[in-house]
């Protein structure tokens, strides 16, 4: 090496050290067919027929895909009362996000979110060549607002607010959402990511699309992965300003959502209320899972998603291996603790068998305990 670089002898060719040196994205783990998947946030209901329908119909696979998605971005331009070119169509609300943080942030840039929160936040901050800064959850999982703000420097080009909070399932309200906006420069990119938003039955959660005529430097995120069903057809969408979206466009890798891919999205559009009403069920069965579960003495954040979040803290490890044993694949995140997706009843059920006899096993003054 010319410049005195030394890489690993491992590695053929030259790459960024950052990027070598970062973990891969985990999927959740698959499950065997006598066991229930908990661990990707999936949603258990079977696609719609209407769904599958508009699936069969896109038959010209030989054929690239309008680049746009301008006809999903009309529909949605419709339902959100803004114009076609204030909405953005990704490959996943991961990938708009990843557009928007390499059109913000570089090397010597800084971007700032909650931690614990989506696990993808800090390598996409990395692969934009930024640098992350997290500032701690609350005690009860969710998002330290001010602490943000004062986070923020003359470095700081984006800030990230998930609500509901991934993986601890609390909300941002609408009260603290706005008075963060207030202490924030109004040129600092804040990225509303509102993945679960369908799952909220809290009326005192953000609520991102009427906020955007007042902040020019918001982007809300939303997909079709989860409460739509299309997790495996890869679509989310961006609403925001145009000079933000263009400029995320900009990054974008040409061509990545399908044809069947924005297809499906529509169909869905079309139906909404049913898979909406599906949204309900899974709320109310999440809300019946949580009652339950602080019956038994846990002690666990009020979940607003589809996931419920255990803080088992050190045990993180031994106790998704008793799940496992059960029958539950779920999602680890050691030291601090585990994700379970709200599943057919039937997984509900299997949980309950074995969810008091945990707790019960956990010591004493344990913060998934609840005292008394």
Same mark, same amino acid.
């Given at each position: 090496?010319?410049?005195?670089?030394?890489?690993?002898?491992?590695?053929?060719? @030259?790459? !960024?050290?950052? #990027? /070598?040196?970062? %973990?891969?994205?985990?999927? &959740?783990?698959?499950?065997? +067919?006598?066991? *229930?998947?908990?661990?990707?946030?999936?949603?258990?209901?079977?696609?719609?027929?209407?769904?599958?329908?508009?699936?069969?119909?896109?038959?010209?696979?030989?054929?690239?895909?309008?680049?746009?998605?301008?006809?999903?971005?009309?529909?949605?331009?419709?339902?959100?009362?803004?114009?076609?070119?204030?909405?953005?169509?990704?490959?996943?609300?991961?990938?708009?996000?990843?557009?928007?943080?390499?059109?913000?942030?570089?090397?010597?840039?800084?971007?700032?979110?909650?931690?614990?929160?989506?696990?993808?936040?800090?390598?996409?901050?990395?692969?934009?060549?930024?640098?992350?800064?997290?500032?701690?959850?609350?005690?009860?999982?969710?998002?330290?607002?001010?602490?943000?703000?004062?986070?923020?420097?003359? @470095?700081? !080009?984006?800030? #990230? /607010?998930?609500? %509901?909070?991934?993986?601890? &399932?609390?909300?941002?309200? +609408?009260?603290? *959402?706005?008075?963060?906006?207030?202490?924030?420069?109004?040129?600092?990119?804040?990225?509303?990511?509102?993945?679960?938003?369908?799952?909220?039955?809290?009326?005192?959660?953000?609520?991102?699309?009427?906020?955007?005529?007042?902040?020019?430097?918001?982007?809300?995120?939303?997909?079709?992965?989860?409460?739509?069903?299309?997790?495996?057809?890869?679509?989310?969408?961006?609403?925001?300003?145009?000079?933000?979206?263009?400029?995320?466009?900009?990054?974008?890798?040409?061509?990545?959502?399908?044809?069947?891919?924005?297809?499906?999205?529509?169909?869905?559009?079309d139906h909404?209320?049913?898979?909406?009403?599906?949204?309900?069920?899974?709320?109310?069965?999440?809300?019946?899972?949580?009652?339950?579960?602080?019956?038994?003495?846990?002690?666990?954040?009020?979940?607003?998603?589809?996931?419920?979040?255990?803080?088992?803290?050190?045990?993180?490890?031994?106790?998704?291996?008793?799940?496992?044993?059960?029958?539950?694949?779920?999602?680890?995140?050691?030291?601090?603790?585990?994700?379970?997706?709200?599943?057919?009843?039937?997984a509900v059920?299997?949980?309950?068998?074995?969810?008091?006899?945990?707790?019960?096993?956990?010591?004493?003054?344990h913060p998934?305990?609840?005292?008394?």
């Amino acid at each position: 090496m010319t410049d005195g670089t030394s890489f690993p002898a491992s590695l053929p060719v @030259r790459l !960024r050290p950052e #990027i /070598v040196a970062l %973990p891969a994205y985990r999927q &959740g783990k698959p499950a065997a +067919a006598s066991a *229930f998947k908990l661990s990707s946030n999936e949603n258990p209901f079977a696609p719609l027929p209407a769904v599958l329908a508009a699936l069969d119909a896109e038959r010209d696979i030989n054929r690239y895909p309008d680049a746009t998605a301008l006809a999903l971005r009309e529909r949605l331009a419709q339902k959100y009362d803004v114009s076609p070119d204030e909405v953005h169509i990704g490959a996943g609300s991961v990938a708009l996000l990843a557009q928007l943080l390499l059109a913000a942030a570089g090397p010597g840039d800084e971007v700032i979110y909650s931690w614990r929160s989506f696990e993808a936040y800090p390598s996409l901050v990395t692969v934009s060549g930024a640098t992350s800064v997290q500032v701690p959850n609350r005690p009860d999982g969710g998002h330290d607002l001010p602490a943000m703000a004062a986070g923020v420097s003359e @470095r700081t !080009r984006a800030l #990230i /607010v998930c609500s %509901p909070n991934n993986p601890t &399932g609390s909300i941002v309200t +609408a009260d603290e *959402f706005e008075a963060f906006m207030a202490s924030v420069p109004a040129d600092l990119l804040v990225i509303l990511d509102e993945a679960y938003i369908e799952f909220v039955t809290d009326d005192r959660a953000v609520n991102g699309p009427p906020l955007l005529g007042r902040y020019p430097n918001l982007v809300v995120l939303r997909t079709f992965s989860k409460a739509y069903g299309l997790a495996g057809l890869r679509v989310g969408y961006a609403l925001g300003p145009v000079s933000v979206l263009d400029a995320a466009r900009s990054t974008a890798i040409p061509l990545s959502v399908t044809g069947p891919g924005a297809a499906a999205a529509i169909a869905s559009l079309d139906h909404e209320s049913e898979l909406l009403d599906r949204a309900r069920q899974i709320a109310d069965r999440r809300d019946r899972l949580w009652t339950t579960l602080t019956g038994q003495g846990w002690q666990i954040p009020r979940p607003q998603g589809n996931f419920i979040w255990l803080p088992t803290g050190d045990q993180t490890t031994d106790v998704a291996a008793r799940l496992a044993e059960s029958g539950l694949v779920v999602r680890p995140f050691q030291p601090d603790g585990i994700r379970l997706s709200i599943g057919e009843e039937e997984a509900v059920q299997k949980l309950l068998q074995i969810s008091e006899e945990i707790v019960g096993s956990l010591p004493e003054g344990h913060p998934a305990r609840r005292v008394g």
